[in-house]
């Protein structure tokens, strides 16, 4: 089971990112998919998550009309499409599916 991230990058405030997530492993249309973040000195959160025919999703309220989430079972990827960012979503954004977790990739919001 393995879960990669990519897309992640530095941008300014109010601009936009597309985060991806391959994985391969296991029976990616049965899975549920969650992207979390971590920031500096703070505690990992749940960002937003969806189900595995994408029908279901949730996210956190401090992200809650900002950002995405989407998944192609095809492609068994997930992407968290992310708009009008602010400084504070700054973090290492992380896929978690079927208990495994990427690398994280780096999101920097920043002037």
């Known amino acids: 089971v393995q879960v990669v991230e990519s897309g992640g990058g530095l941008v300014q405030p109010g601009g936009s990112l597309r985060l991806s997530c391959a994985a391969s492993g296991f029976t990616f249309s049965d899975a549920p998919m969650r992207w979390y973040r971590q920031a500096p000195g703070k505690e990992r959160e749940l960002v937003a998550s969806?189900?595995?025919?994408?029908?279901?999703?949730y996210y956190a309220d401090s992200v809650k009309d900002r950002i995405t989430i989407s998944r192609d079972n095809v492609k068994n990827t997930v992407y968290l499409q992310m708009n009008s960012l602010k400084p504070e979503d700054t973090a290492v954004y992380y896929c978690e599916g079927r208990g495994s977790w990427g690398q994280g990739t780096q999101v920097t919001v920043s002037s």
């Open positions: 969806i189900s595995g025919t994408g029908g279901s999703t």
